[in-house]
């Protein structure tokens, strides 16, 4: 049973890069066919994915993001992690890690979130 724990600062300053870490138990980053993502919620709105990175180490962003996101794999085993630089008060959101799976559909297993808010 795969387990996804974000970790970072709750807190950055505008122009400041936010960095996240997802640590995985349960299941190898490596494992065939696994993507894992960042995604998000700002406050009242939906959910938005922001990235991946695969089983293989390829990643994936969206566009609008393309510019000021990374997702490199972290620096302890089994994590991945998220930089999204010049940041603004709108990238303050609950930040989810996941693990994807491609099964006819996207599915998804959660971590708990971690609220960042951005200062002005």
């Known amino acids: 049973q795969v387990q996804l724990q974000e970790s970072g600062p709750g807190l950055v300053k505008s122009s400041q890069t936010l960095s996240l870490t997802c640590t995985v138990s349960?299941?190898?980053?490596?494992?065939?066919?696994?993507?894992w993502s960042w995604i998000r919620q700002p406050p009242g709105k939906g959910l938005e994915w922001m990235g991946a990175?695969?089983?293989?180490?390829?990643?994936y962003y969206r566009p609008s993001l393309t510019s000021r996101t990374s997702i490199p794999r972290g620096t302890s085993r089994n994590q991945f992690t998220l930089q999204l630089s010049s940041v603004t008060p709108e990238d303050t959101a609950m930040y989810y890690c996941a693990r994807e799976v491609y099964e006819t559909t996207w599915s998804y297993d959660w971590g708990q979130g971690t609220l960042v808010t951005v200062s002005s």
């Open positions: 990175i695969t089983y293989s180490g390829s990643t």
């Open positions: 349960g299941e190898s980053i490596t494992t065939n066919s696994y993507y």
